[in-house]
């Protein structure tokens, strides 16, 4: 059986969501993963000002929604309303520059935000809570510099990220300390990466360089994902359109064969475009699936025209269109997924955005965009009996 993929906005059933990671959730198992662990969040960042901490998420026993204070007690979200009315201080207090602070994390999926300098502003409106939504100039927590990691810890261990799928903004990396001793760690940017990225962004011409927001004073904030460019107007919405339009033409004519699970060489499906469509085939030459010309939007959201149930079908086929279309492999080769990373972002129309990221990562991994976990390349650690986790506040150097 392949993963099973949960996104954590699903999970919240958020009032306003946003296209977020992918976060693996494993069925309960007999490991003797403790209610909480401990997670120690140091702040290497530089900055003087004070930062806040959030843990927010589902409660993976009860289904309910809320957060945990400081000692991984869960605190159930009061009902909301229309218009949305402020949540409870959820807010725990974080390190100042140079030091640490632990705090127990209970068996939830959901989100770890940090702010420097201000609280956020959370919501609650009748469908659950209402997140910051980056994207919105006129969003109350627009001009906060802030970020958030994920993690689902169940019975079956801990599964933790970083995540730029929807922006790029204060860095902080992850790690998980199995009980059997040694680090698991990802998200670390390199030396200076955080202002590399930046002047990547602004030397890309095209209309990338609209991703970066500032605040008043000149600041940078945070570079918006591709997706949420495209959704804001900053990004051209024909921005893929050429490189769409030579993969329609290439599979007019040529058979795209998608092999979604690595331990499933024998599950194929074929791709011909016809008209408007690419329609997919098994080995019996039954068509199973089908896909309309896909435009920047769902390409970068992964989402609308290439939806992705989580089926062992359509979902799994989209998921690797997705990452072809995001990697632009899709003209390279025509057998999918490509894992090669040498191959990734090299033809001129591709997600600038997610290309600069992985440039920017020590190790070459991130999520910058939804179905960055195609091949593995997603900034992911997880363990199935972790002694304890840590979140790291980087420089913005």
Not at 12 to 32: E, K, Q
Not at 177 to 193: E, F, H, R, W
Not at 293 to 301: E, H, M, Q, R, T
């Amino acid at each position: 059986m392949p993963r099973r993929r949960i996104r954590t906005g699903a999970v919240m059933l958020a009032a306003l969501a946003s296209a977020l990671s992918g976060l693996i959730f494993v069925p309960a198992a007999d490991a003797a993963v403790p209610a909480t662990i401990p997670l120690t969040v140091t702040n290497n960042s530089g900055r003087s000002d004070p930062v806040y901490l959030y843990d927010l998420g589902t409660l993976l026993s009860t289904g309910q929604q809320g957060w945990a204070d400081s000692g991984g007690n869960f605190h159930a979200w009061p009902g909301g309303s229309v218009p949305p009315v402020p949540a409870p201080d959820a807010s725990i207090p974080g390190p100042a520059n140079g030091q640490s602070v632990t705090i127990r994390i209970p068996k939830f999926s959901g989100r770890l935000y940090f702010s420097y300098g201000q609280k956020l502003d959370f919501f609650l409106a009748t469908g659950g809570l209402v997140q910051p939504a980056v994207q919105n100039p006129s969003d109350p927590n627009h001009n906060i510099l802030f970020n958030w990691s994920e993690y689902t810890l169940n019975d079956s261990g801990l599964w933790l990220n970083s995540t730029q799928v929807d922006m790029f903004s204060a860095p902080d990396s992850v790690a998980i300390t199995p009980s059997g001793g040694g680090v698991k760690s990802t998200g670390a940017l390199k030396p200076n990466g955080f202002s590399n990225f930046m002047n990547a962004l602004r030397g890309q011409p095209g209309g990338w360089a609209n991703l970066i927001q500032t605040d008043g004073s000149g600041n940078v904030l945070r570079a918006l994902s591709a997706g949420h460019g495209i959704e804001s107007g900053a990004l051209p919405a024909s921005v893929m359109d050429d490189y769409v339009n030579r993969v329609w033409s290439k599979y007019s004519s040529a058979t795209l064969t998608v092999t979604p699970f690595a331990d499933q060489p024998s599950t194929r499906y074929f791709g011909r475009v016809s008209g408007n469509a690419m329609n997919f085939t098994d080995s019996s030459g039954a068509t199973v699936t089908s896909f309309q010309k896909p435009d920047a939007d769902s390409i970068f959201g992964c989402y609308k025209l290439l939806d992705a149930p989580n089926d062992l079908v359509r979902g799994p086929i989209s998921r690797t269109l997705c990452a072809g279309f995001n990697r632009s492999t899709l003209l390279t080769s025509a057998s999918q997924p490509d894992t090669n990373a040498a191959d990734f972002y090299q033809d001129t129309v591709t997600n600038q955005y997610a290309r600069k990221v992985h440039a920017q990562m020590a190790d070459g991994k991130a999520y910058a965009f939804a179905f960055d976990d195609v091949g593995n390349f997603e900034s992911l650690v997880n363990d199935g009996n972790p002694q304890s986790a840590s979140m790291t506040l980087g420089s913005l150097s």
